[in-house]
């Protein structure tokens, strides 16, 4: 687990051993949001923004609430210890208003551009982690906090960062490597009361630090691409050479 830790506006990343602050991420994105961090903003939503329920924190699987066990060779759903349930519940409450940002490891894939782009202009922004740390301005008063997302379900541990980074193994191709963005008063404070809060940030960034590399989307059609390769080498010289077009048709 990484923790950003902020120093004026300067970032320093802490890591595990097994991360690696110069790894490969990747963010796909829709283009009027390319947009905005070209123009120095990079949004950041609040879980119980996502579309997916159980991500969002508002469902939590019934595997994690009940144990199976037989009852006179029947199946039989008990739940787990109260302390053990309060804990999650907890966790998951109090991560609904932690603001998210969700990048993977996999570049250029298909199933990536049909998931989170829409349209045929989306974007894939390449980085690395140590470059989307170094790109922040400020923290805007939060805590900073990454990691890789492990794919061993829910944790049921007091440490709520234990639950930030863990999801179920269906979840595993994506790969994902995630920040999260916490308020300092809401680490500390009441799981019930700590939903109070915004539900999306805009902080700002330097695109030329962020942006290593730009895909665009493999639907594109006509010369489009060509077009706006132009346009935006022409608006924003650090992009010079490094807006690629997708490749998945071509291999």
Request: net charge neutral; aromatic share 14%.
């Amino acid at each position: 687990m990484a923790k950003v830790e902020k120093t004026g506006a300067v970032h320093q990343l802490r890591l595990n051993v097994t991360d690696d602050i110069n790894s490969m991420i990747c963010r796909y994105l829709d283009f009027d949001n390319f947009l905005q961090i070209l123009d120095g903003k990079f949004y950041v939503s609040a879980k119980s923004r996502f579309t997916d329920k159980y991500d969002a924190g508002k469902f939590i699987p019934k595997r994690y609430l009940f144990s199976i066990v037989p009852a006179s060779g029947t199946p039989k759903l008990i739940p787990f210890e109260e302390e053990r349930l309060k804990n999650l519940r907890d966790n998951v409450n109090r991560s609904r208003k932690y603001l998210a940002s969700c990048w993977t490891k996999v570049e250029d894939d298909y199933l990536m551009w049909k998931t989170y782009t829409s349209g045929n202009c989306g974007v894939c922004v390449v980085s690395t982690i140590n470059n989307v740390v170094a790109s922040f301005a400020t923290l805007n008063g939060y805590n900073a906090y990454c990691s890789k997302m492990f794919y061993d379900g829910f944790s049921y541990n007091d440490e709520p960062l234990d639950y930030l980074f863990s999801k179920s193994k269906g979840y595993s191709s994506e790969h994902e490597v995630r920040f999260y963005f916490i308020d300092e008063d809401k680490e500390t404070s009441n799981a019930e009361t700590d939903n109070i809060g915004k539900d999306f940030e805009l902080f700002e960034v330097s695109p030329s630090v962020m942006i290593d590399r730009v895909i665009i989307s493999p639907f594109i059609r006509g010369g489009s691409f060509e077009l706006l390769k132009r346009i935006l080498e022409k608006e924003y010289p650090f992009l010079d050479g490094k807006i690629k077009h997708s490749q998945i048709f071509d291999k």
